[in-house]
C-alpha cells in the first residue's frame, strides 16, 4: 500500500455479524416464553393464510372484490401478522 494511504495508523477493519454475535443469533438464545408466542404467531397466520388462499382459489371471480391474481400474490408475499388475510375474509369477499 503507497505511504500515502496509511500513514503508520491502523486502518479499521469491518466487523462480520459473526464477530459481533459470536453466538450466531440461533433461536435457542430467545426467551422460552418469546419463542412459543413467535411460533404461535407464526403458524396462527401460517393458518389463515392456507384458509385464505383456499378460499379465493374456491370462489368466482365475481364473489371477490378485486383482482383475485392480486388478492393472492398479496396474501402469498405479505407478511401481514394475520392482518391481510382477515382484511380479506372481511372486506375482500363480495358475497
Do not use: C, F, H
Amino acid at each position: 500500500m503507497p505511504s500515502w494511504v496509511n500513514d503508520g495508523r491502523e486502518l479499521p477493519t469491518a466487523v462480520t455479524a459473526a464477530e459481533e454475535n459470536p453466538s450466531g443469533g440461533q433461536s435457542s438464545d430467545l426467551d422460552p416464553r418469546l419463542r412459543q408466542a413467535l411460533l404461535i404467531g407464526g403458524a396462527v397466520e401460517t393458518g389463515l393464510k392456507v384458509a385464505t388462499l383456499i378460499d379465493l382459489a374456491r370462489r368466482p371471480p365475481s364473489a371477490v372484490r378485486g383482482s383475485k391474481s392480486l388478492w393472492a400474490l398479496a396474501l402469498a408475499l405479505v407478511n401481514s401478522g394475520g392482518i391481510l388475510p382477515v382484511i380479506y375474509l372481511l372486506r375482500g369477499r363480495a358475497g
